[in-house]
């Protein structure tokens, strides 16, 4: 019999309430091994064949990060709002879950990124992430300075309220917001995304992920942070540099037909064709 990772939060009602009643059925097919996402999440978990989450987006982000150097194929249920990567709903668990035991469905690759931020040589935090890695100031009116670097070139420096570092899997989030362009998730590439540049020339940038960015905390008169998938967060000075590269693992995501991509771009984002001009 398969085995099968099991995630959840239980601090979240509606989480624990799906969790309660998916898993007897769950169990019939696989063998299942539990973990708790309201503690820590430095998890040491075992090998599986999949795994299963059972929350919104920032769940499977969070598994992503535990599964780290043991990536196992993961599909997630939408107990969340926006469910951009969460691809069933509890009512349809019963058909998918035949598919999941069986082998019967289709594990795409989404590239994640490995961020390091370092001190005077010394390492603050290493982290991976499946979204983004962003430099942000406080809340504070004042403009922050990031210089980028490609490959150890210099290319320009943002003066504005930070930048945003993106996956194509995280171009849907926090850089989309941002005025980022949407990568197709399967591309291997960075999204390079300003925060309210002061500049009107410093436009979003999308670059091969071969490439290595670097990002310097030039100026800072108030407080940056820097911060991965919207869940990690480490406080940045003046002069503090952060390296970000293509992970060596990528995120294993199961897809089960349930939809296509762009009919998540559709559903998700409101995308209605012909605008509704009325009658008058």
């Not at 019999?1 to 769950?26: N, S």
């Not at 499977?60 to 469910?83: E, H, Y």
Request: charged share 25%; aromatic share 6%.
């Amino acid at each position: 019999m398969k085995k099968c990772l099991v995630f959840a939060d239980t601090t979240r009602e509606r989480v624990r309430v799906a969790l309660e009643q998916a898993l007897p059925l769950i169990r019939q097919h696989v063998d299942v091994e539990r973990y708790d996402l309201a503690v820590a999440d430095d998890h040491e978990c075992g090998p599986a064949d999949f795994a299963i989450v059972f929350g919104g987006d920032g769940s499977i982000l969070r598994v992503a990060r535990i599964l780290g150097c043991r990536q196992v194929p993961v599909v997630g249920v939408n107990i969340g709002k926006f469910g951009f990567l969460a691809e069933i709903n509890p009512e349809q668990l019963h058909r998918a879950i035949d598919k999941l035991a069986s082998g019967d469905f289709e594990v795409v690759p989404r590239m994640m990124l490995r961020c390091r931020a370092t001190r005077e040589g010394q390492v603050l935090r290493e982290s991976l992430a499946l979204n983004d890695a962003v430099i942000s100031r406080s809340a504070r009116s004042r403009m922050i300075s990031i210089g980028l670097l490609i490959d150890d070139e210099q290319v320009t420096d943002y003066n504005g309220d930070g930048i945003i570092i993106s996956t194509p899997v995280g171009s849907t989030a926090h850089s989309l917001a941002a005025g980022g362009s949407i990568l197709e998730p399967s591309l291997r590439a960075f999204a390079i995304t300003p925060i309210c540049p002061h500049t009107l020339s410093n436009r979003p940038l999308v670059i091969p992920a071969e490439h290595t960015i670097q990002l310097v905390v030039e100026r800072a008169e108030v407080a940056v942070g820097l911060t991965m998938d919207g869940q990690v967060y480490s406080d940045l000075q003046m002069g503090d540099r952060v390296l970000i590269r293509r992970a060596e693992q990528d995120f294993h995501l199961i897809q089960t037909g349930t939809r296509s991509y762009y009919e998540t771009l559709r559903s998700k984002l409101g995308w209605g064709g012909h605008p509704n001009y009325g009658i008058r």
